[in-house]
């Protein structure tokens, strides 16, 4: 770590005597715009020398939606915040810093807005990407706010720092809070966060490059050649400070402090104070004290009050009057300083100072005294005050930057509790470049775009009561998927509610009823494995079968073990020609033979009649069961296929299959779609699928078992089932229903 090559290339800064104090200390002017920057080195690792022995690190973290969260999860963040904090080392200061920056809304649309494909769907394209277009300006999406950790440490050599930062356990402990990785900060990206800080969003800056995973990179040789030092890139044109605020290049800036803080605190406090619409920098520095100086401290003090206590006691009655005469403050201090004893010598409390300040930027002195107005007026609603720093900007500038120096002296005591409700997470901002538009976020205003192929898996439930806006929400994310990807998109409509979707896009419509000779062969069956190699498709068929069934047998009936096991063996039998057929088919012009024929499968009469061909009486009673379906008036399931079932936008309309029917239907459609995921994965290609009254497929152990296994396997093959009803209820009391919502990430 001794060699980490020094990034300010020939020009380093000095020291001046001022620095030697760990914080803050007399510094002399300076004559340079790069000299106000406070920081003395930069290596090629992201390690900053902040000061003579003090080092820094910086950190980036995601938010995590905390105000949406219950009561009882929020209570779990709030603990798992005291833990982190009570893990503190004394002389490991650590620096919150939340970077208010303006985005480029152009560029953030091209991320999300549909691309115009010249047919005759652009129109749709254009109407949604103005829909879109309206909303960011309306909404809060012209601001990001990004969070950083920065942690600074005290070692007299470089060498002993960079060991210390590189094994430092706040990342890992910080980890436990947010349950999701933070990332450290290189040179390069650290420089960037000062750089878009301190000078305006038109200003772009060449140096900092981004290859096609986003990460920032700079050509520091090439910067050591032309004789430039890092703050050289990232330095603005110049500064001014003034009495109450500073200019800063082009800009006007503003730094404030937290000068009082209410007894009762909200854990909304520092989210408020960071969702305003306007650049800026919020940073809270904490500074743990040992624990031994802490229960001195508080001794100390407690010692103090009640000599004074005593001292009043003893006047009072030289005076005549009662010894419990004494003021109410003396009184409210005594009991402060006892409950505060009692916390760290009982509670697990620890003692800390902090001190918040906050730094904004504006056009104009008119603009940012508006902003100044606001800023105060949060803090007011908390009865808290803001106030802005007399002629001391300079240090509010240099306290306010997530470098790692503090130099405001306006710290507070606070113990781990008190703190604790200064929390760092306000509402997740889910921008996903690529995904879909769902909507605006209530709480904090921005637009909602999630591409759900990213997340932990992709299935996705659509819960709510009836007139709640279920169909509406997922038909505007079917409408993103139609014209945004290439994706096939298929939809089991039991109320005939989606059909104007197939005229708008050009979709096949499978309206499937008895006697209008629209014919779905339930026993269609690709058995293509390469994907997953653990997946037999007989066994599969075979629960499939068993839930069909268990369907006609009606009133919740189950099949016995006999009974699966003779269905089992008939499976077996009447798919052996179709799997001999198959392995004998001769191979295509890329070498692979075809995994599915609808023209061979067996049908259900196939089914039919080979359980009439058992010897067994429960064979025969399961053959009398199925004879109102193979050749009866319920025939509709008896045939092979004979619609196309290969186009882009496909809805299964069951409206008018009848009650006795439409839960049949519902499975029936459901192995269809299966077969199209497992065809479109050979191709690369998606499958979106929609199941509406999600709730009737789970009303025998059967079905939800085949379903369990689609749901289970469809990540594998590039399906992304979405589940829709208003059944909540159902769904929480059934065990097979809750194995849907836990292996849900949408």
């Known amino acids: 770590m001794g060699n980490q090559k020094n990034a300010t290339a020939t020009k380093k800064a000095t ?13 002399p002017t300076p004559k340079t715009a790069q000299q106000v920057i406070p920081y003395i080195e930069a290596y090629e690792n992201g390690v900053f020398q902040v000061a003579p022995g003090v080092f820094s690190k910086t950190f980036e973290f995601k938010d995590i939606s905390f105000k949406t969260k219950s009561d009882e999860e929020q209570q779990e963040v709030y603990s798992a915040y005291m833990r982190f904090l ?58 990001e706010t990004r969070r ?83 703050k050289d890139l990232i330095s603005p044109e110049a ?150 720093l007399t002629w001391q900007q300079q240090r509010g500038f240099a306290s306010a930057l997530p470098v790692g120096v503090d130099r405001c002296f306006t710290k507070k005591l606070f113990t781990t509790e ?86 708008a896009f050009g979709g096949s419509v499978i309206r499937i009823a008895p006697g209008n000779h629209v014919f779905l062969n339930p026993f269609d069956l690709d058995v293509d494995t390469s994907h997953d190699s653990d997946m037999n498709p007989i066994t599969m068929k075979t629960d499939f079968v068993c839930g069909m069934l268990e369907t006609m047998l009606g009133n919740g009936a189950s099949l016995t073990p006999v009974q699966k096991s003779i269905v089992d063996r008939c499976i077996q039998q009447i798919y052996a020609p179709y799997l001999e057929y198959l392995q004998s088919a001769p191979v295509d012009a890329n070498g692979k033979r075809k995994t599915i024929d609808r023209d061979r499968c067996p049908t259900m009469q196939t089914l039919y009649q080979m359980l ?23 025939d509709t399931f008896a045939h092979r296929t004979n619609v196309d079932v290969n186009n882009k936008l496909i809805i299964y309309d069951i409206k008018n299959i009848g009650t006795n029917l439409k839960e049949l239907a519902l499975k029936v459609c459901m192995n269809d779609i299966w077969n199209k995921i497992v065809e479109n994965r050979k191709y690369g290609k998606w499958t979106w699928f929609y199941i509406d009254e999600f709730h009737l497929l789970l009303s025998n152990n059967s079905t939800a078992e085949f379903l369990k296994s689609i749901w289970k396997r469809a990540r594998k093959w590039q399906g992304v089932p979405t589940g829709i009803t208003q059944n909540v209820e159902d769904l929480l009391q059934s065990p097979a229903a809750r194995a849907f919502i836990n292996n849900s990430s949408f």
């Not at 005759?120 to 909303?135: A, L």
């Not at 000078?199 to 986003?214: L, R």
């Open 15 to 27: 020291a001046s005597k001022g620095e030697m104090k760990r914080y803050g200390g007399v510094k």
């Open 86 to 143: 009570n893990t503190l080392r004394e002389k490991e200061d650590v620096y919150f810093s939340f970077v208010n920056r303006i985005e480029d809304a152009n560029l953030k649309m091209e991320k999300i807005i549909p691309i115009m494909k010249g047919d005759q769907y652009d129109v749709y394209r254009k109407e949604m990407s103005e829909m879109i277009r309206q909303k960011m300006v309306t909404m809060r999406n012209s601001i």
């Open 148 to 230: 950083y950790i920065t942690v600074t440490v005290e070692e007299d050599s470089v060498d002993k720092a960079m060991a210390r930062l590189e094994t430092i356990s706040v990342s890992q402990e910080f980890k436990k809070v947010t349950k999701d990785s933070i990332k450290p900060l290189n040179l390069a990206e650290r420089l960037e966060v000062l750089y878009e800080i301190m000078n305006s969003a038109a200003n772009k800056n060449y140096w900092f490059e981004h290859d096609v995973n986003g990460e920032t990179h700079v050509d520091f040789s090439r910067m050591a050649k032309q004789n430039l030092t890092t």
């Open 239 to 388: 500064f001014k400070f003034g009495g109450v605020d500073f200019e800063i290049g082009e800009r006007m800036g503003q730094a404030m402090y937290l000068a009082g803080v209410a007894n009762w605190m909200n854990t909304n406090f520092v989210a408020d104070m960071c969702s305003t619409n306007f650049e800026g920098v919020v940073t809270m520095h904490i500074e743990a004290l040992p624990q031994e100086k802490a229960v001195k401290l508080v001794h100390n003090q407690s010692v103090n009050i009640t000599a004074e206590v005593m001292d009043k006691q003893k006047n009072a009655l030289r005076n005549g009057y009662s010894p419990e005469f004494i003021s109410a403050d003396l009184k409210r201090a005594k009991e402060q300083i006892d409950q505060l004893q009692e916390d760290l010598m009982n509670r697990d409390q620890r003692l800390f100072y902090m001190s918040m300040c906050l730094m904004h930027f504006a056009e104009d002195k008119e603009t940012l005294k508006a902003q100044r107005e606001i800023i105060k007026n949060l803090a007011s609603k908390y009865m808290c005050t803001m106030q802005p």
């Open 418 to 503: 008190s703190l604790g409700v200064f929390i760092p997470f306000d509402e997740m901002n889910q921008f996903d470049a690529g995904g879909n538009y769902y909507g605006v976020n209530a709480v904090n205003k921005s637009l909602i775009v999630y591409n759900r192929c990213k997340g932990q898996n992709y299935n996705g439930l659509v819960l709510g009561s009836s007139g709640s806006g279920k169909s509406f929400s997922s038909k505007r994310e079917m409408v993103s998927v139609i014209l945004n990807t290439d994706a096939d998109v298929n939809i089991i409509d039991p109320d005939g509610e989606y059909t104007p979707l197939a005229q």
């Open 612 to 634: 009439l061909s058992q010897s067994q009486p429960e064979a025969q009673n399961l053959a009398l069961v199925m004879e109102t379906y193979t050749t009866g008036t319920f």
